[in-house]
Each structure stands twice: as structure tokens, then as C-alpha cells.
């Protein structure tokens, strides 16, 4: 049996597909689970809301193994059953599936998850010296193949003597189906601005660079008051650290989640999965003349002639990246050879020409 305070987890961001799951689960045990959301995830606990208060909680043995062997780690915005045992410890005993997981490849290849249940990611960019539009391709193409709806937020917009040319070159290169809104981090304008995704039941995570303007968003969308203030502000421990990632709520009713900076890293998709990020790329290629056409320098290519370079260069480096990673060694030897053999040729004819 699981006890789901439905009322009181909405403004944690409880969906009904997530109550239905949890609901579901399998249990064993006799004791009395309740759900609860990470909101924190230290090096051997986590912090988990049920709707009432937080509490600092361990993870049971067999959920720790399953875990293990699915290859993956409790990340914040994860729902699970919680119990209490005795002594007054809080335990997570199991986890629901997650909806949606937004990750990353770390440079060393390994998957890093950065927050789970997520509806839509905010991907903030200053329009100051942060302004980087293949930087935010990238961040689209991670949130979207993560099937997370993205906003683009542009903060800095009254301080940014280039604002208006940057704001232009973003509509110009993003799809129309994307939002970009351009704000003021600091005015309750910005709270206007994105208050279309902030209703009861939505989760949102922050994504950007150091310095993007991240955490001044959270302030500004949590209210800089105590009583609409976020789960941290509430715990008197304060919100210290800007390295760990936490879950506030916001005064509309959805919750968001603060990120560290991210400046490197790669998508966790494959060659595929990005492609479909790039909606216009792949519309466009249907009239290209060859169906196998790469974009390059194929005559009658619709893509390069309609499509802003910067971007076609970026979508076809995001591809290549990909595919690198999805090649076996075996795979790389084999092309190696390939090229070798070519090269080889190629120096036969040449050496045939001359003599
Ligand atoms: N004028 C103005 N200043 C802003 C705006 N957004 C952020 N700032 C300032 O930019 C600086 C960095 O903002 P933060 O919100 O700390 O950036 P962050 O993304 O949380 O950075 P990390 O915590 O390092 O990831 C702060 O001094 C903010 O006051 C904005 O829209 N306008
Ligand atoms: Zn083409």
C-alpha cells in the first residue's frame, strides 16, 4: 500500500501519470510506503518532500542493488516510496519510473543524469558575452531528444548593449515551434514571461552556462518572499551552495530545479534521435534532390540554400559527434582501413598518371 497525499504533492509537481505509477508499484513488504520526490541528492542520502516535510533519508539495500543494475542513480525530481522505520529513519525503498530523464555525457563518456520528471527545460543564455546560438542548438537537441518541451530564455536583455541583434539571430536559426523570450532575470516581467509553463503539476529544470542567470530566475519566479519562497528557503539551512542542484516552487504552483552550470557536454542521443531535434533540416531534406543527400556539396540541395550555414555546420558536427560515439572499435578499424585503402588507390592512379 502507498499513501499519496495527491493535494499536497501538486506543488512538488505530482502528475497523474506519476500517482497512477506509484500506485502500481509492487511492494512487498508490509510496511506503510508514502510517496515522496527527491529534492536533494547527497553523496549517501537524499532529501526527500512528502508533500508535508522534508527528510533526510537513506536507501534501502535492494534499492541501492536494483539501481546498480540498471546502471543508473537516484536524481532529483525522481518520485519514490518512502518509509520510516522504528528509529525514526526515513528510507527510499523504491523508485517510480521516471517519465522523462534529462542527461548528459560527461567528457569520459559515462552517463550523468541531471534531474528526472522534468516537463520543460528553461535553457537561459545572457544576451551578453554568454551569447552563443550554436551553444544553444546543442542544449535544444539534448532537452528535445530527452522529449522535454524546451524555452529558450534570453536574460540580460536590459543590460546587453547587442540585445536586439542576438535576439533576431535566435528567431532567425531556432525552429517557430520553439519559444524564445527574451527578459529582464531581475523585473517580475520575467515572472510574465514564463508564467505560461508554470502551472500546479509542471516541473522545470534550468539549464545554462555559469553565470547565465539561472539562480536571479529562481528568485525571481519563487518570489523573493518567505511564504512564496522555494523548499530550500524554507529549511533555514539557506540556499549556500550554487554547485548542488535543488527543487524550489514556484509561486504559480509549478516546481524548478536549479542546475550547476553546464558549459561542456554532449547530448546523450544518438545520430537519429538529433536529427529529429533539427525539424527544419529534416523537413527541407525531403526536397533535396538525392535522398541519401548530406548536405555538403550535392547539387540541388534545398538544405544549403535554405537553411542558415552556421546552423547546417553545427547540426552536422552534433551528428558526427554522435556517430563517433556510437561507432564500436571494430567499426573504427574497419573505416580506418577503409580510408587506408582509398588513400592507397589514390596514390596507385596518381603514380600511374605520372609515369
Ligand atoms: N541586469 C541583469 N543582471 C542579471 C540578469 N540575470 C542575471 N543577472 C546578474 O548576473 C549575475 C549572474 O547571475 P546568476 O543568477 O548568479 O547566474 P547562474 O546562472 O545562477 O550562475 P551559476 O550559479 O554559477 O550557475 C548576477 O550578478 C545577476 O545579478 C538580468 O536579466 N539582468
Ligand atoms: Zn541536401
Not at 524555452?151 to 536586439?164: G, R, W
Request: proline share 5%; glycine share 6%; hydrophobic share 40%.
Amino acid at each position: 500500500m502507498i499513501d499519496i497525499a495527491f493535494e499536497a504533492l501538486r506543488p512538488l509537481g505530482l502528475s497523474p501519470t506519476i500517482a497512477l505509477r506509484a500506485a502500481q508499484m509492487h511492494e512487498p513488504s508490509a510496511s506503510r510506503l508514502s510517496l515522496a520526490r527527491v529534492t536533494e541528492v547527497q553523496r549517501d542520502c537524499v532529501t526527500l518532500h512528502d508533500g508535508m516535510a522534508e527528510h533526510s533519508a537513506r536507501l534501502l539495500p535492494r534499492l541501492l542493488q536494483q539501481l546498480q543494475s540498471e546502471a543508473t542513480q537516484l536524481t532529483i525530481g525522481d518520485w519514490v516510496g518512502m518509509t520510516v522505520d522504528a528509529h525514526a529513519q526515513a528510507w527510499a525503498v523504491e523508485r517510480v519510473a521516471p517519465i522523462t530523464q534529462i542527461a548528459r555525457r560527461a567528457n569520459d563518456g559515462r552517463r550523468q543524469l541531471l534531474a528526472s520528471n522534468v516537463d520543460v527545460a528553461l535553457l537561459v543564455m545572457g544576451l551578453d558575452a554568454d551569447f552563443n546560438a550554436r551553444r544553444m542548438e546543442r542544449y535544444l537537441a539534448m532537452v528535445r531528444s530527452c522529449e522535454v518541451t524546451p524555452v529558450v530564455v534570453l536574460t540580460k536583455q536590459d543590460i546587453a548593449p547587442a540585445a536586439p541583434e542576438r535576439i533576431q539571430e535566435m528567431y532567425r536559426r531556432l525552429p517557430a515551434t520553439v519559444p524564445v523570450l527574451p527578459v529582464n532575470g531581475l523585473s517580475h516581467e520575467a515572472r510574465t514571461a514564463i508564467g505560461p509553463w508554470l502551472h500546479p503539476g509542471q516541473t522545470l529544470v534550468l539549464l545554462g552556462s555559469s553565470g547565465a542567470g539561472k539562480s536571479t530566475l529562481i528568485n525571481t519566479l519563487a518570489g523573493a518572499d518567505q511564504a512564496t519562497g522555494g523548499v530550500r528557503s524554507s529549511d533555514g539551512r539557506g540556499r549556500h551552495t550554487t554547485t548542488a542542484r535543488s527543487l524550489h516552487r514556484c509561486a504559480q504552483g509549478a516546481c524548478i530545479i536549479d542546475t550547476p552550470g553546464l558549459r561542456t557536454f554532449r547530448p546523450d542521443a544518438d545520430a537519429q534521435q538529433l536529427a529529429a531535434t533539427f525539424e527544419d533540416v529534416q523537413a527541407l531534406a525531403q526536397q533535396c534532390r538525392f535522398r541519401d543527400c548530406r548536405h555538403e556539396n550535392e547539387p540541388g540541395c534545398v538544405v544549403r540554400a535554405s537553411v542558415d550555414a552556421d546552423r547546417l555546420q553545427n547540426y552536422q558536427k552534433l551528428l558526427r559527434d554522435a556517430q563517433r560515439v556510437e561507432m564500436t572499435a571494430l567499426d573504427r578499424i574497419e573505416q580506418r582501413n577503409k580510408w587506408k585503402a582509398i588513400g592507397k588507390a589514390g596514390s596507385q592512379r596518381a603514380r600511374e598518371k605520372r609515369a
